[in-house]
């Protein structure tokens, strides 16, 4: 049946603003809704291609990368992945990314070789692991941000930014002083930036919402990752952090990027209660973790 020019155009009319108004309901931040790579591991290495369109399939627009030679890709043939198959892979779906993490000893002992990764990846921001054996005292603190200030030096000619990611470990107090006060007091805002995992300093006893307040201008990404008392995993949104509250914040911030994230805290807690696992694996928690994001207001 014929359509009419006016019924055509109101119809064209209607599509595009609920289209507008889906991308607007879609993100608390007017970006990608991301996810943690980590956190696809096992379906990526099950199945490289249908593991990254499942991912795409679910809703998800971006990903924060981790490097192939570790964290848990190391002994799969996802680890002989070359950047530029990587690469023409995310391109393929559009699936956007930015970011990979890599080891410390990557970006020092091996930092050739992962740079010319990063320029074959088309990489803009490069995030750095601590170093394992400075972590126990606020020395080694201090040794990791100088650290970090190096490495930013070696990185910027190269066109890339630093980023630091923190765990639970960073906001831990030594000697009654808190180590990400000492990473960010120490490390020049000029060269390092960093990624703040909100759900990890929570479990760690922190106020997800003063850490952003207290250092507004110093991240660029989030981790936007949920925690719950007496559970491993929580999908975002089940947890107890205040999500409306917590993008509202960082929508004063210089972040450009944020990633759901539902990696396990481990088999307790902090004070080393037992915990339980969430009753569906990772990619299941994911899939919930984009549903709550993409009805948030904020």
């Known amino acids: 049946m014929a359509i009419s020019r ?21 993100d608390p931040l007017d970006m990608p809704i991301g996810f943690q790579g980590y956190d696809a591991r096992f379906l990526l290495i099950k199945d490289w291609d249908s593991g ?19 964290y848990g890709f190391e002994k799969s043939s996802v680890a002989n ?5 990587i690469r023409t892979k995310l391109e393929s ?7 990979c993490q890599f080891s410390y000893a990557e970006l020092h002992t091996d930092f050739s070789r992962t740079i010319d990764f990063c320029h074959e990846l088309k990489l803009k921001n490069i995030i750095c692991a601590p170093e394992s054996q400075h972590t126990k005292s606020i020395d080694g603190w201090k040794w990791q941000a100088d650290q ?5 030096v070696r990185l910027k000619p190269e066109g890339f930014r630093l980023g630091y990611h923190n765990h639970d470990l960073e906001f831990i107090d030594v000697d009654g002083i808190t180590p990400y006060d000492v990473l960010m007091e120490n490390t020049d805002p000029k060269l390092v930036s960093f990624q703040i995992d909100v759900g990890n300093l929570t479990f760690a006893g922190k106020d997800a ?24 995993s929580v999908p975002v949104g089940q947890g107890i952090l205040d999500w409306k509250a917590i993008f509202a914040i960082v929508k004063t ?12 805290y481990g088999i307790g807690t902090l004070n080393h209660m037992p915990a339980s696992a969430w009753p569906t694996d990772s990619v299941d928690q994911l899939r919930q ?3 709550y994001l993409h009805k948030l207001r904020a």
């Not at 990254?52 to 570790?70: A, F, P």
Request: net charge positive; hydrophobic share 40%; charged share 20%.
């Open 52 to 70: 990254w369109q499942t991912m795409r399939d679910m809703g998800y627009q971006s990903v924060d990368l981790v490097s192939v030679r570790g």
């Open 289 to 291: 973790s984009y549903v």
């Open 93 to 99: 779906i559009g699936m956007t990314y930015e970011n």
């Open 6 to 26: 006016r019924c055509f155009l109101q119809q064209a009319f209607a599509a595009g603003v609920a289209a507008g108004a889906a991308k607007a309901f879609a």
């Open 253 to 264: 911030t210089p972040v450009q990027n944020y990633f759901a994230e539902v990696a396990a």
């Open 209 to 232: 919402i003063s850490y952003i307040k207290k250092y507004p201008q110093r991240y660029f990404s989030m981790h936007a990752k949920d925690y719950k008392p007496g559970l491993t």
């Open 148 to 152: 970090l200030n190096q490495l930013a």
């Open 81 to 85: 992945k070359t950047a530029k198959e």
